[in-house]
């Protein structure tokens, strides 16, 4: 479990840690800052094409292999971010980074292959708490490298902290995919299995829109704080951080729960939670109470319903075919990062200083809604086919 957070940390670490260098990378490469911030969206994409194809590659070849591989691919490429003087180079290995992905959406699997799913949702559930301290610590960690060494020392301590987390894998992880495909055609076939699969779909949906939320906040949360409310940039990152420690929260409540409730009802609760901050932040702000509380009070109900409904709609998206639980990882893990993205674009889309807040909280609520919706779903196919009272309860 220590190996699996830790993959699960560096997979994080990898997106934001040096975020406090951006602009000084822009002036060493003497490049626009839209050119050196492609490291940040072009990241994104590969990992979601990764994810697609590293799930269907662990089904088949087993998990240790491609975890090991990936955390090779992103040493080199971590080295390789460090020695640039490029910054088309430096982006080329910057994509090459992605393959850390493995770590996140295998990490899962590994979960899921070991035990059941409600025992992995609880399991999961402390993995997540990583995903929530690694984002906060991360560009703390990594402006100070900046500023005492230079942006390049982040790159330096990716090529390390890979290095060591590889020799971990290497002496600390098992095969775990006991069953692998004997071979893509077998595999591929089993495919429509799952793509049939209402649940599943139900499971991912969920997950992909109470993440969007949180994207959503991402995105508007510094255009609302700073024109409506006056908050500085130093108290922003304070304020932004309340959502990730609602979702740390919440994730420390799936590892104590998960195991003795349904993975529908944990997703509910998750969902309620979220949907009743969101709603009662709205009507407050709808009436003119604009201020800290009634918005990041809200928003911190939407970290813990994150913490509560994720482990659980993880565990059950890979239960529903455990024998292809790397490609449910990878198509769960990239349809999410793709409703976040898109998400992410029609909030700063919409959002103006005048109708921030409302347009915010509300894009907020309505992804959370859905998310609600995609769990009642999952619930009732249960309720009809009588699982709801079986050993895992799926």
């Not at 699960?8 to 260098?21: D, I, K, Q, R």
């Not at 619930?379 to 050993?391: A, F, H, K, S, V």
Request: proline share 4%.
């Amino acid at each position: 479990m220590i190996t699996l957070v830790l993959l699960t940390a560096l997979s994080v670490l990898s997106l934001n840690m040096f975020l406090p260098s951006l602009p000084g990378m822009a002036a060493d490469f003497k490049a626009d800052y839209a050119l050196v911030n492609l490291s940040i969206a072009g990241y994104l994409a590969i990992t979601a094409v990764l994810q697609v194809i590293m799930g269907p590659l662990s089904d088949r070849y087993g998990r240790r292999p491609v975890l090991l591989a990936g955390l090779a691919i992103f040493v080199v490429a971590s080295l390789g971010c460090a020695l640039a003087t490029d910054v088309w180079v430096f982006l080329a290995f910057r994509i090459l980074q992605g393959a850390i992905i493995a770590g996140a959406a295998l990490s899962r699997a590994v979960i899921r292959d070991m035990v059941p799913a409600q025992e992995a949702a609880s399991l999961m559930g402390y993995v997540s708490m990583a995903m929530a301290v690694a984002p906060m610590l991360g560009p703390m960690f990594g402006g100070a490298l900046d500023a005492i060494f230079g942006w390049r020392a982040n790159f330096l301590a990716f090529t390390g902290l890979g290095a060591i987390l590889l020799l971990l894998c290497w002496a600390d992880l098992g095969e775990t995919n006991k069953d692998p495909s004997e071979t893509f055609a077998r595999q591929f076939r089993s495919y429509p299995e799952l793509f049939r699969s209402r649940r599943f779909w139900g499971y991912s949906l969920c997950m992909a829109f109470s993440t969007a939320a949180f994207y959503s906040f991402l995105s508007g949360a510094p255009l609302v704080a700073q024109t409506m409310l006056g908050v500085s940039s130093a108290e922003l990152g304070l304020y932004i951080g309340s959502i990730t420690g609602g979702f740390f929260f919440g994730s420390f409540l799936s590892g104590r729960f998960a195991k003795r409730h349904t993975l529908t009802g944990m997703m509910l609760a998750g969902r309620i939670v979220a949907c009743s901050g969101l709603l009662i932040g709205l009507a407050f702000i709808a009436s003119g109470t604009v201020n800290l509380f009634t918005l990041f009070g809200a928003t911190l109900c939407v970290g813990i319903g994150n913490g509560l409904t994720m482990p659980s709609s993880n565990a059950g998206a890979l239960s529903v075919r455990p024998q292809l639980a790397g490609s449910a990882s990878g198509l769960s893990g990239a349809l999410t990062v793709g409703v976040g993205a898109i998400f992410t674009s029609i909030t700063g889309a919409i959002l103006t200083p005048e109708n921030g807040a409302v347009a915010l909280v509300g894009m907020m609520l309505f992804c959370s809604a859905v998310g609600l919706l995609a769990a009642l779903s999952v619930r009732q196919i249960d309720r009809r086919e009588g699982l709801l009272n079986t050993p895992d309860r799926i």
